[in-house]
């Protein structure tokens, strides 16, 4: 089992950053892929940024470079720095923690961005 703990979200105004942070703790396998989903009101889940096992990192349409996605692997953390957001970026982010072996596909809490002046 492993457990997620998400942290860093909140209100900014429109072309602020945010960091958002999630740990992952429990039994933590040596491959495993971690990222970033959001869902805004009304709207599906969609993918903000997501490493895979093999170090490949994904990024959602929409981010046209103004997010990164790091991972402490040492700490089993994986870091979202949000550069330049719009109010269009305000939703719930969740954090997910994905592996084949074992098959794990754990959620965080989910953590409020709200970009407004």
């Known amino acids: 089992h492993v457990q997620l703990v998400e942290s860093g979200g909140g209100l900014v105004q429109p072309g602020g950053s945010l960091r958002l942070s999630c740990a992952a703790s429990?039994?933590?396998?040596?491959?495993?892929?971690m990222g970033w989903y959001r869902q805004a009101p009304g709207k599906e889940r969609e993918l903000v940024a997501v490493?895979?096992?093999?170090?490949?990192?994904t990024y959602g349409g929409f981010v046209k470079g103004r997010f990164t996605l790091s991972r402490d692997n040492a700490n089993n953390t994986a870091y979202l720095q949000m550069d330049n957001l719009s109010s269009e970026d305000t939703a719930v982010y969740y954090c997910?923690?994905?592996?084949?072996?074992?098959?794990?596909?754990?959620w965080g809490q989910g953590t409020q961005v709200t970009v407004s002046s």
């Open positions: 997910n923690f994905h592996s084949v072996t074992p098959w794990y596909d754990f």
């Open positions: 429990g039994s933590i396998p040596s491959r495993y892929a």
């Open positions: 490493e895979n096992s093999s170090r490949e990192t």
